[in-house]
C-alpha cells in the first residue's frame, strides 16, 4: 500500500539513527552535525507478527513473506523552517507526503552531542515542532480563505468551505493542532486538498540514555504527560542500542544482547507495531504451502477492498471469501480440520474482514 511514515525531529536527537536502526534496506547517514540528512530516505521495514510465525509452523511453506510499512528519514528541523530557516522548505515539503508522523525528542544529556536549544527541555522542543507545523498549515488556510471569503457569500456550498476554513483558522491560532478538531465527513473533504500538516497522526519516541530504558526519566515523564494530553502514545527507548541490535546478523547475537539489557524484544518492533496501528492498519493472512503471507489493510475495509491488495483483479471479480479466523485456525491446526469443524466461513461483499483474518478469496477473471 505504500504508506509512509516520516520520522522528524530538531538536529542531533538521534532522529537518523533511529532511521538507520529501523530500515532494513536504506542507512541514512548519522553524523553529529546539522542537516547530515538533506534528501529524505526510505526505508521499507517488515511490520513483527508472531501470528505469522505461528501459521508458519502448521502449514510449513516455502517462504514466508511479512507485510511491511515505509518510513521516510526527513531532514532535522530549526526554528522558523516555516519561514524558510535552515532547510525548512524541503522539510516541511518532505513531512506533507507522509502519512503519519513519529516524532521523535531527545530525553538525555550528552555534552558531546550539540544543541543549540539550550538545556535538554521535551515540551520546549515538541513546541518547536508544532509551531513551525502550525504556522505553515495556517499560511495554507489563510490562502484557501481568501479565494473563497467572496463567493462564499452567495454559494452555500462554497459557504460551508469557508466555515470549515476559518475554524481551522481560529484552531491554528490558538496554538492548537487541526488533528484535534476531529473533523469528519465533509468537514475534512473541505481541507483535503491542503494536505495540513498538523492533521497528521502523530506518535512521539522518547529518546532517553540506557539508564532509562526500562523505566524512563524525568524527560520522557514530562513528554509522557503533554502527550497523554493530546491522546498520543510515547514509546520510550535508546535509539543507540536500537541501532546496535538492528546490525547484528545472528539472532543468537540479538538474543543474548537483549538478555544483557534485560529486553524482551527489541523498542523497534514496538515502534513499528505502534506506527501500524497509528495508520489504523490491520492485517489478514493467507496460507499455503507455496507461501504464508500477511497483508495490509485499512481497518474497516471489505473483503473485495482486502482482495485488491493481492491483486486488482479479485475486487473486480469477487465472488467469496472463505475465512478462518486465527485464533481457531491455531486451534484446529489447519484449513481442512477447521472446514470439519464447521470454523470456516463463506462470506461475502459486504463482510468487514477482521484483523488476523486467514482468508482465501474465490473470483471471476
Given amino acids: 500500500m505504500a504508506l509512509q511514515v516520516g520520522i522528524v525531529g530538531l538536529p542531533n536527537v538521534g532522529k537518523s539513527t533511529l532511521f538507520n536502526a529501523v530500515s532494513n534496506s536504506a542507512k ?31 502449514v510449513q511453506p516455502q517462504r514466508i513473506l511479512p507485510t511491511t510499512i515505509e518510513f521516510v528519514d526527513i531532514a532535522g528541523l530549526v526554528k522558523g523552517a516555516s519561514k524558510g530557516e535552515g532547510l525548512g522548505n524541503k522539510f516541511l515539503g518532505n513531512i506533507r507526503e507522509v502519512d503519519a508522523i513519529v516524532h521523535v525528542i531527545r530525553c538525555f544529556e550528552d555534552e558531546n552531542i550539540l544543541r543549540e536549544e539550550g538545556a535538554i527541555n521535551p515540551i520546549g522542543d515538541k513546541e518547536i515542532i508544532d509551531t513551525e507545523l502550525q504556522l505553515k498549515d495556517l499560511e495554507s488556510i489563510e490562502k484557501k480563505i481568501g479565494r473563497y471569503e467572496k463567493i462564499a457569500k452567495n454559494d452555500p456550498k462554497a459557504n460551508a468551505v469557508y466555515q470549515v476554513l476559518v475554524s481551522c483558522k481560529d484552531h ?12 469528519e465527513g465533509e468537514e475534512r473533504e473541505a481541507i483535503a486538498d491542503l494536505f495540513l500538516l498538523t492533521e497528521k497522526p502523530v506518535l512521539y519516541v522518547a529518546n532517553v540514555d540506557e539508564a532509562g530504558i526500562h523505566t524512563g526519566n524525568k524527560y520522557s515523564e514530562m513528554l509522557q504527560q503533554i502527550a497523554k494530553e493530546e491522546g498520543a502514545e510515547v514509546i520510550v527507548m535508546n535509539n543507540s542500542i536500537e541501532a546496535q541490535i538492528s546490525e547484528m546478523e545472528s539472532e543468537e547475537d540479538k538474543a543474548l544482547f537483549l538478555e544483557e539489557y534485560g529486553l524482551q524484544e527489541p523498542g523497534l518492533n514496538r515502534l513499528i507495531r505502534g506506527a501500524y496501528k497509528l495508520l489504523n492498519l490491520i492485517t489478514y493472512f493467507t496460507a499455503g504451502v507455496q507461501e504464508v503471507r500477511a497483508w495490509t489493510i485499512h481497518k474497516g475495509w471489505k473483503a473485495p477492498q482486502a482482495a485488491s491488495v493481492i491483486h486488482t ?13 486465527f485464533k481457531d485456525y491455531i486451534q484446529y491446526g489447519s484449513e481442512a480440520a477447521c472446514r470439519e469443524n464447521g470454523k470456516l466461513r463463506i462470506e461475502g461483499k459486504e463482510y468487514i474482514v477482521q484483523d488476523g483474518d486467514v482468508l482465501h478469496f474465490r473470483f471471476n477473471v
Avoid: H, M, W
Avoid at 529524505?40 to 517488515?46: E, F, I, L, T, W
Avoid at 491554528?172 to 473533523?183: F, H, V
Avoid at 483483479?313 to 472463505?322: L, S
Fill in 313 to 325: 483483479d479479485f475486487e473486480k471479480g469477487f465472488i467469496k471469501a472463505e475465512t478462518i479466523s
Fill in 28 to 58: 541514512a547517514q548519522a553524523s553529529n552535525y546539522r542537516f547530515c540528512t538533506i534528501d529524505p530516505n526510505v526505508g521499507q521495514v517488515d511490520v513483527p507478527d508472531e501470528r505469522l510465525n505461528q501459521l508458519a509452523a502448521l
Fill in 172 to 183: 491554528l491560532y490558538k496554538g492548537k493542532n487541526i488533528r484535534s478538531l476531529q473533523l
